[in-house]
């Protein structure tokens, strides 16, 4: 440690106190009731935050002041902290941690910065393991260990990492524009690829289908090993994640379900029900899917990654999304998706297609690559400097 700089332990010069136990009011009277989940990126809209009733007596335990950290002590928030630069009439909420410096050995930004640092989340990790939801309680944290360099030494740290932060705070606002756009930039260019061309046949989609119709309603037992359990939650991002769907039984698969159940290679899947209108084509035998996914076995005129790129198209989104039903879970009517109309080339065409559309995502994840790289090397930059304030290494 750095010479002049000491260790100790939060608890040694710091308030801390659980928030208050309460329920909000429906109406404006009472002091904000600052809740886990009114912590946003590192913000609170306070006009936003919930209304509590407190007694007097509670109130001057539980208020909120200018220099107070709160920390999320349960959950997957678990060691989130928020300073409050502002003093609002506000009191938190039982599951935050509220922590008051004494002033004389710590200043409040310090321990802000602190509370980012790869060191104290290591901490974090260790006190949330084996405990429930991951919890992280007072006596936790009053025996965290947090370096103190001299008052004017923290402000000067302060200084140089807010400016720091400020520039690497502009960095990764473009850098994750630039992913968003990345990630956009595929199903813009194939929009354009498969909107309409000469020649092109326009008709309804039943015309390119054998048939089409949904998954199984029964329950069907879980097993660690077998066929998989395809639910429109496991169709993602045009292909079938596969990791993430659970299995049955070999006995099951065979007895229990009709052919209609288990598609076969070639197929296209089609979720219906809750997020709507995502596809893959079926690459493997031994699966099943449930209600929510509706199966389309193309005929000769079409190709099954054609079929499914195409309907991943904004405008055939929009028609399946328009004529869905449903109110609290929407849901496409399988009756009614044979009628949409598509305008389909030619087989060679789409052979064509699917070659130039391949070509492109790979560009695509490249650009989509590098910016999520870009992200990471920001986020290791930040961590470094932290590394460099709390070692006494900042110049």
């Not at 993602?236 to 596969?242: L, S």
Request: with cysteine; charged share 25%; glycine share 6%.
């Amino acid at each position: 440690m750095k010479t002049g700089w000491s260790e100790t332990t939060l608890g040694n010069f710091a308030e801390i106190r659980y928030g208050y136990t309460a329920k909000a009011n429906s109406e404006p009277v009472g002091p904000r009731f600052l809740r886990i989940t009114d912590i946003q990126n590192g913000t609170v809209s306070w006009d936003q935050v919930p209304y509590c009733s407190v007694s007097a007596k509670d109130y001057a335990k539980h208020s909120l002041h200018e220099g107070d950290i709160v920390f999320a002590r349960t959950g997957a928030t678990t060691g989130k902290s928020f300073l409050i630069r502002e003093a609002p009439d506000a009191v938190c909420a039982s599951y935050l941690i509220k922590v008051r410096s004494d002033g004389e050995q710590a200043t409040p930004e310090y321990l802000s910065i602190f509370f980012q640092s790869a060191e104290y989340w290591r901490e974090i990790a260790l006190g949330t393991e084996g405990a429930a939801q991951g919890g992280f309680n007072a006596s936790k944290l009053a025996a965290l260990k947090v370096p103190l360099p001299p008052l004017d030494e923290q402000r000067r740290i302060v200084a140089v990492l807010d400016e720091a932060f400020e520039g690497l705070a502009r960095a990764r606002a473009n850098a994750e524009a630039n992913l968003e756009n990345a990630k956009e930039l595929y199903p813009q260019l194939r929009n354009r690829l498969l909107e309409s061309g000469d020649g092109w046949r326009n008709i309804t989609l039943s015309e390119l289908l054998d048939r089409i119709t949904y998954g199984f309603t029964n329950p069907m037992p879980n097993a660690e090993r077998g066929p998989y359990k395809v639910t429109a939650k496991n169709v993602v991002g045009g292909v079938i994640d596969y990791e993430a769907a659970r299995r049955t039984t070999p006995e099951a698969f065979r007895d229990l379900l009709t052919n209609k159940s288990r598609p076969k290679v070639g197929d296209v899947l089609l979720t219906k029900d809750g997020t709507l209108g995502r596809t893959a084509v079926v690459d493997r035998d031994d699966i099943c899917v449930n209600q929510s996914v509706a199966v389309l076995t193309p005929n000769e005129d079409v190709l099954p990654k054609y079929l499914s790129e195409m309907l991943s198209c904004s405008k055939h989104q929009e028609a399946m999304i328009a004529d869905a039903g449903g109110t609290t879970i929407k849901h496409l009517y399988i009756t009614r998706v044979p009628k949409i109309t598509v305008e389909v080339p030619m087989l060679d065409q789409q052979h064509d297609m699917l070659d130039e559309l391949s070509k492109k995502n790979e560009l695509c994840r490249r650009v989509e690559k590098e910016a999520a790289a870009k992200l990471k090397d920001l986020d290791d930059l930040r961590q470094s400097l932290l590394q460099r304030a709390f070692a006494g290494e900042l110049t």
